[in-house]
């Protein structure tokens, strides 16, 4: 069955310091979707990044970059110059065919950016 | 940015009562979805549907009901209330293919006292 992990309950550092979260899938599938969600405190559920599991490229979008690794089932975030606005929860979430193409989700990483 | 909207954003109500949690989609996503999330914790699907009359139950299983009679509209009702249901109900769409990115709403906060 499949299954997210993100072992990282909550993590402080001091604003201006790089943040990495970690995200572990685990899937019977070869063909699946893994994505990141951000969840401020006002509660809406917004989508950063989907990576399907052929495209093994890491990317970079301003602050933010992604590391997939098939080898080790990981699907890392890393938020480089943490600001405050970076405070939320993160979710990383994966979709396969033997999930029925919905989202599993992960239990999140509780992110705080101390100023 | 997603079109997908929830009302009540913000909801108390007494047990027993019956609510109707609305969402509307302005994409045409033929997908949508109502996830329940508890404060701090993960989501979990308690519905879904693949097109008008198409309803389905997720994997956490729920007292509420849902129908999908257009294909913009989502809603998922309560008929008797109770202090258990207070939750996060998240309301999100997508289009049909594999893998499509799944977009939320902003969230209906209910209350049950």
């Known amino acids: 069955a499949q299954k997210v992990t993100q072992a990282q309950t909550e993590i402080s550092v001091v604003e201006k310091e790089d943040v990495t979260l970690d995200c572990v899938y685990e899937?019977?599938?070869?063909?699946?979707?893994l994505f990141w969600y951000k969840q401020p405190p006002s509660g809406e559920l917004v989508f950063l990044i989907r990576?399907?599991?052929?495209?093994?490229q890491n990317e970079i979008s301003g602050r933010y970059s992604w590391n997939f690794q098939k080898s080790t089932s990981s699907f890392n975030f890393t938020i480089t110059a943490s600001q405050v606005v970076d405070s939320a929860v993160y979710f990383c979430?994966?979709?396969?065919?033997?999930?029925?193409?919905?989202?599993?989700f992960g239990t999140g990483t509780r992110l705080t950016i101390i100023p | 940015e997603a079109d997908i909207y929830q009302t009540p954003r913000y909801l108390v109500i007494g047990t027993g009562k019956k609510i109707t949690l609305e969402c509307s989609q302005t994409?045409?996503?033929?997908?949508m979805y109502w996830y329940q999330q508890d404060p701090g914790m993960e989501l979990h699907l308690i519905h879904y549907?693949?097109?008008?009359?198409?309803?389905e139950k997720g994997d956490l299983s729920s007292e509420s009901t849902v129908s999908r009679i257009r294909t913009e509209h989502f809603p998922l009702t309560l008929e008797s209330a109770r202090p258990s249901h207070t939750s996060q109900y998240l309301c999100?769409?997508?289009?049909?293919?594999?893998?499509?990115?799944?977009?939320f709403g902003e969230g209906s906060w209910l209350t049950v006292v």
């Open positions: 999100a769409s997508s289009e049909l293919g594999q893998g499509d990115t799944i977009y």
């Open positions: 899937t019977r599938d070869t063909t699946y979707y």
């Open positions: 990576r399907n599991s052929f495209d093994e």
């Open positions: 979430a994966l979709s396969d065919y033997f999930g029925n193409e919905k989202l599993t």
């Open positions: 994409m045409g996503h033929d997908k």
């Open positions: 549907s693949y097109g008008v009359n198409s309803t």
